[in-house]
């Protein structure tokens, strides 16, 4: 079982950064990857960023790619979405994910997710 906590998100302008945390607890948070998806109102969940276990490969929607960046810590098992750039189609609920998978970016592959942060960003 692994609980997920977001935080960091917030208010900024365009072009503004913001960095993402989500602190999980589970002793089996490292042999989990994660992903990070995020849901804007009116609009379906759609994927933006994952990474494997080990945190050597992390892949990109094409909407953030050269913009946001994931790593994480397993030791501090927390994982991170830096993220640069912004603009304010990048307004949305953020939510982290973890699931029993080497990457995926479908949503109904994650086994356990946060309960999300906002992010707005105004123009």
């Known amino acids: 079982q692994v609980q997920l906590v977001e935080s960091g998100g917030g208010s900024v302008q365009a072009g503004g950064s913001l960095r993402l945390s989500c602190s999980a607890s589970?002793?089996?948070?490292?042999?989990?990857?994660m992903g990070w998806f995020r849901q804007a109102p009116g609009k379906e969940r759609e994927f933006v960023a994952g990474i494997t276990w080990s945190g050597g490969i992390t892949w990109y929607s094409d909407s953030v790619k050269g913009r946001f960046a994931a790593s994480r810590d397993n030791a501090k098992k927390t994982v991170y979405l830096e993220m640069s750039a912004l603009k304010p189609e990048d307004t949305a609920v953020y939510y982290c994910?973890?699931?029993?998978?080497?990457?995926?970016?479908?949503?109904?592959?994650?086994?356990?997710w946060g309960q999300g942060t906002q992010v707005t960003v105004s123009s």
């Open positions: 994910a973890a699931g029993s998978i080497y990457w995926s970016t479908e949503g109904g592959t994650y086994d356990y």
């Open positions: 589970g002793r089996t948070f490292s042999s989990y990857a």
